[in-house]
């Protein structure tokens, strides 16, 4: 969705909406219902709240991810060598994740927002359809894995 | 695709304008449209044959409400409401047309921010200088290493950065309760240990992100705290559609 959807009156740098993994569970389990208005799949909805919650997540990291990355590059001198790194290696992996993951903490919102404005990209249809699918048949174990980890894991839930 | 029915985005006043060339879920992303009753109007587009709890699809529909939210008030509705036909919409329109007048108003103005609390990532250095009892543990440890010594260490030391954090996330939401029209505690969320909704003043929306910051700030080594928003009011319409629930800190 483009930048240009919001209105004028917010500048530079609006405040957004955070990831949608952030709000996600806003998105599923507050707002109206109306008992005429049926909800889709009743049960299937909410069999898909956590999957779609890892999907997201997973997806959501990635974005962060990057976008820490991108930081990363603009603010340290080039020798840093944790960033090729990462950039080659994937993001699931290894050392260099979780100090890619603390300077997504640090600079915190700004990434957020920015994350969660630039949506464009990530639902190519091809890849979204195997998540989907994939999902779909790892539903048992997935669903459980993330249940059963530590209290702060919540942002990793791949990796649980 | 007429047979899947329609979906049902929100409810918002008849006289409002749609955001130009506005779309929903579905591929392609289907075209919405108003459907006015009464004082009231209903954001719809027809519902895709296959609605699931999508990436592509949740964001749809969050990303309409929000362009929705930036125009006045709107009564969001929860994702997935797919009602059989027009008529059926209308209907529901009718009967509760006074309800959502009501509801439209009473969130004229506002907007979401969600506020979650985790524990903290880097407060194990301020949680050992400050934790005697996680000291002792580890000294222990260290004395004797071995499985159930550092189970016990690892065990107090989670429980510890999480009864930090509830500790510091409700004196946080406490001092941000105030600068609300009203307060909505969110649903459980795995690895968060506090989640809240505000409904905020549109003009006070950026004090209060900046307040939150600011508190977030103070408290870094206790509670790591999660901003999101302005939303739409997801929090600050009942299921029914009537009036709030809101609940105190």
Redesign the interface.
């Given at each position: 969705?483009p930048a240009t959807?919001?209105?004028d009156e917010v500048v530079a740098c609006p405040?957004r909406?955070?990831?949608?993994y952030?709000?996600?569970?806003?998105?599923?389990?507050?707002?109206?219902?109306?008992?005429?208005?049926?909800?889709?799949?009743l049960v299937?909805?909410e069999i898909?709240?956590i999957?779609?919650?890892i999907?997201?997540a997973s997806?959501d990291t990635y974005l962060r991810f990057a976008e820490a990355c991108n930081r990363l590059d603009l603010e340290r001198d080039s020798g840093s060598t944790t960033i090729p790194e990462l950039l080659g290696g994937g993001v699931a992996k290894s050392v260099g994740k979780r100090k890619v993951r603390?300077a997504a903490?640090n600079v915190?919102?700004t990434v957020?927002k920015a994350v969660g404005g630039g949506?464009k990209d990530?639902?190519s249809?091809p890849s979204?359809a195997s998540e989907?699918e994939e999902t779909q048949q790892d539903r048992p174990r997935k669903r459980r894995a993330?249940?059963r980890s530590?209290?702060?894991?919540?942002?990793r839930?791949v990796e649980a | 695709m007429t047979a899947e029915g329609v979906y049902v985005y929100a409810i918002v006043r008849a006289e409002k304008a749609l955001p130009a060339h506005a779309t929903g879920v579905g591929s392609p992303a289907a075209p919405v449209r108003s459907m006015r009753q009464g004082r009231v109007a209903a954001v719809v587009s027809e519902a895709p044959p296959t609605l699931r709890a999508r990436r592509r699809d949740l964001l749809a529909h969050q990303e309409l409400l929000l362009r929705l939210s930036e125009r006045g008030p709107v009564l969001p509705m929860r994702f997935g409401m797919v009602v059989t036909d027009e008529k059926a919409v209308r209907t529901q329109l009718a009967a509760h047309e006074a309800v959502h007048v009501a509801a439209l108003e009473h969130l004229s103005g506002g907007v979401e921010v969600n506020v979650k609390a985790l524990p903290a990532q880097d407060a194990l250095v301020s949680l050992v200088a400050e934790d005697g009892n996680i000291r002792r543990l580890r000294d222990a440890v260290r004395r004797r290493p071995g499985y159930e010594a550092s189970i016990r260490l690892g065990e107090a030391v989670a429980a510890a950065l999480e009864s930090r954090a509830v500790e510091a996330g409700q004196r946080i939401l406490r001092e941000l309760a105030p600068r609300a029209r009203a307060v909505a505690r969110g649903p459980e969320v795995q690895g968060c240990v506090l989640n809240t909704s505000f409904l905020v003043s549109r003009d006070d929306s950026d004090a209060f992100r900046a307040a939150a910051e600011r508190l977030a700030r103070a408290n870094r080594d206790r509670v790591e705290l999660r901003l999101a928003g302005p939303l739409p009011c997801y929090s600050f319409v009942s299921a029914d559609g009537t009036p709030p629930r809101t609940a105190g800190v």
């Open positions: 969705m959807t919001y209105s405040p909406a955070g990831t949608l952030d709000v996600l569970e806003l998105i599923l389990d507050r707002g109206m219902v109306i008992d005429v208005f049926v909800r889709v799949s299937g909805i898909l709240k999957d779609a919650r999907v997201v997806v603390r903490e915190g919102d957020r949506d990530d639902s249809e979204e989907d993330p249940a530590g209290t702060s894991r919540r942002r839930p | -």
